[in-house]
Structure formats: structure tokens, C-alpha cells
């Protein structure tokens, strides 16, 4: 087996995952980023996407994230992750209604204040990840 | 003197009393059991957010520009108290010992000359702070203790608006009042600063020197994120701490009002036997006098 790095994906109620992966690529606000063994030390912010994990050139798992933060050291790689699911567990028809929904949000808030309008806005960037991270899959 | 009759129905009254305190102690200690199970899930998030934030404090403090939730506003003339007590009682002191400390805590601020704010998180806390200081509560968050397992969507609703009341300048430092838990029999009344943020110990966190990290974009806006999450996981933190807290209070509340009926019972019938017996001596005395006479 090739070297390892401990991947670990944690959310504020329980830990998702921990354990040694050969490499994980992470959707960072400016551009998915792979995480090998002796990665230099790094602290990203993550948008929201899909976390993929490698074994090999084979990809094992793949989890979308809301966002979140990532921190690579030479203990291994942590994700601070909001809103982790598997991306086989997402249901396509759920996902594009609740994108349709989010937009229509949008659409009907009328005179939002500005962090309304960032919320807002924010959530169908949400939904729109999670339908790419649906659609990837098939 | 009560006659036999009342005796009974006093007896079966207690003897009712202490099955609902009973049943209340086993459900008391399943919920602790998994009020501790959740408290224990969400540590690990706490304390990697912990040490993320040390690392990004320290590379912050380099450069001299904090955002206002790290190096506060410069003052401290404004005090909120976040006071975090359950939604119901009968659990012993749990939420007069955090009323008790909070109280004390805004008597020496308002010695001090500091303006005071609260927030209730939970009906007890609200309802015994109410009548002092019901012009001090600004914010009333409940129906959070009650649930069977509290989301971390309950605390971002908090963090959300003590951060609309940072940002509008209605306070400079806040302070969570909450009971952190110790074990089911010792509950710790604890003050905890939310605002602005102490960082946390870089050393503490990593072991000795730390890494030089790469930021991504770059450090204030990471910090930027990463501050407000971190007031909701401090928060989320704490409220389970006192959700946990909670039911181990309750639990010996009522394993002593169990204890409290069962002598109760053993008094009681004691008592109601020997009033059986002077009866039936007294009958027995006047029957034998009465055939003496004859």
C-alpha cells in the first residue's frame, strides 16, 4: 500500500470519518486542491462541493460539504465540514426541488436587506453545488 | 388526630408521589446517558476548531489587524450575559444555582458602574430573572432543553443573534452562564466569555512549535468564517454541557425524593398502625368494662 495520510472529516455533532487514505481532493474557495502525504501545512476555506477520497486513481468515496474549513498538517488532513452528506445518499429529485425552491426564495424576496440577500443567495449556491455533485455521480 | 381513613388515603397519596419520582429518576438517567454521548460527539469538532483558531490568532496577531469579535470594541461598558437554565424544573438546585451566580455576577458589574444585558436561553432562567431584572432581558430563546437531542441549528440560531446585537454596538463583551458538568452529582455554575474571543493557547493546542501555515484565500477571511462558527460551537458546546448537566440534577433530585417518600411511607404507616391498635385496645377496654358493669 502507497503512504497515507489520516483524513479526518468532522461535523459539530459527530466525527464523519478518520481514517488513512492515500489522497483526498478538497473544494477550496479558490480551486480544488489535492491533499497527498506531506502536504505542506495549510488552512483553506472550502466552498461547497465534493470531497473526494483516492485510493490509488480510484476514487472510494465522495462526500459533498455546504462548506467548512480545512486544515492540512503533518498529522494528516482535518475538515471542519457543515452540511456533510454522502453523495450516494443524495436523492436527485429532492436536490432539484430543493434548488428550485431555494431560487424561487430568491426570486420572491422582495427588497431583502443585504445579509438576507446573502443568505438567500447562499443557499442556492448550496443547492446548485449539491445537484453538480448529483450529476457528477451519473 | 387524623382518622384511620385520612391516614390511608395520606399513605396512598405518598406511595403515588414516589412511583412519578421514580419513573422520573429512570428516564432522568437514560436521558443523561445520551445527553453525555452527544456532549462527547461534539468535542472533537470543538477542539480541532480550537486549535485552528489558535493557529490563525497567533498568525493574526503578527500583523496587528483583528477583526472586532477577536480584539473586541475597546471597551467593556457593556455586559451581556447569556444565561443558558432548562425549560423545566423539579431538578434540584440546577437552575437556582445559575440564577444565584447570575445575579451576583450583575450586582458587581452594576457596582462597577457597567451596563448589563441578558439573554435567557430556557423558560426557568427567564421566569425567576424576570421580576429583578425583566428590563434587562433583551433576547428569549426556549424550547431547546426540551428537545430530545439539541441541534447544532439551535445554537447557530443563538450565535445569529448575539452577532446582530455585537454588530449593532449593543454590547462589548458577552458572557455565557451555564452549568458545566462535572458528574451526575456535581454540576459546575461556569462564566464563559463568548465575546470577544480569548484565544485559545496555541501550545496548548498543537504540541510546541507550530507549523507555518499557508492561508487560503488569506488569514482575515478565514478568520472572518471561522469566528462566527466558532461562537456557535462554543455555544453548542455549552448548551449540551448544561442539557447534560440538567438531567444529572434531575436525576439526583429525584433519586432523594424517591428516598424522601419511601421514609415518609415507613413513618406514616407506622404511625397509622399504632392508631389501629389504641382503636381496637380502646374497644377492647370499654367491651370488658362494659360486661364488668353488666
Known sequence: MAATLTFELVDPERVLASEPVEMVVLPGVEGDFGVLPDHAPLVSLLRPGVIAVYEGTKVTRRIFVAGGFAEVNEQGCVVLAEGAQMVDELDRAAVEQALKDAEEDLADAKEPSEEERARLERAVAIARARLEAVTAKE | MPSLKDMRTRINSVRATRKITSAMKLVAGSKLRRAQEHAEAARPFAAKMAAMLANLAAAVKDQGEAPPLLAGTGKDDVHLLVVATADRG???????????????????????????????????GRDMLRREYGDLIVEFV????????????????????????????????????????????????????????????????????????????????????????NLAVQIYGALLENAASEQGARMVAMDNATRNAGEMIDRLTLRYNRQRQANITKELIEIVSGAEAV
Open chain 2, 142 to 229: 426556549d424550547g431547546i432543553a426540551g428537545k430530545r437531542r439539541i441541534g447544532f441549528a439551535d445554537a447557530e440560531r443563538i450565535a445569529q443573534k448575539i452577532l446582530q446585537l455585537y454588530e449593532a454596538g449593543e454590547f462589548d463583551v458577552a458572557t455565557m452562564v451555564f452549568n458545566r458538568f462535572k458528574s451526575a452529582m456535581v454540576q459546575i455554575v461556569t462564566f464563559k466569555q463568548l465575546v470577544p474571543v480569548e484565544p485559545p493557547e496555541a501550545a496548548a493546542a498543537g504540541e510546541g512549535v507550530q507549523a507555518i501555515y499557508e492561508f487560503e484565500p488569506d488569514e482575515e477571511r478565514i478568520l472572518a468564517e471561522l469566528l462566527p462558527r
Open chain 2, 90 to 124: 423539579l431538578c434540584g438546585a440546577f437552575n437556582s444555582s445559575i440564577v444565584r451566580a447570575t445575579r451576583r455576577r450583575i450586582q458587581e458589574l452594576k457596582e462597577q458602574g457597567k451596563t448589563v444585558k441578558l439573554v435567557c436561553v430556557g423558560r426557568k
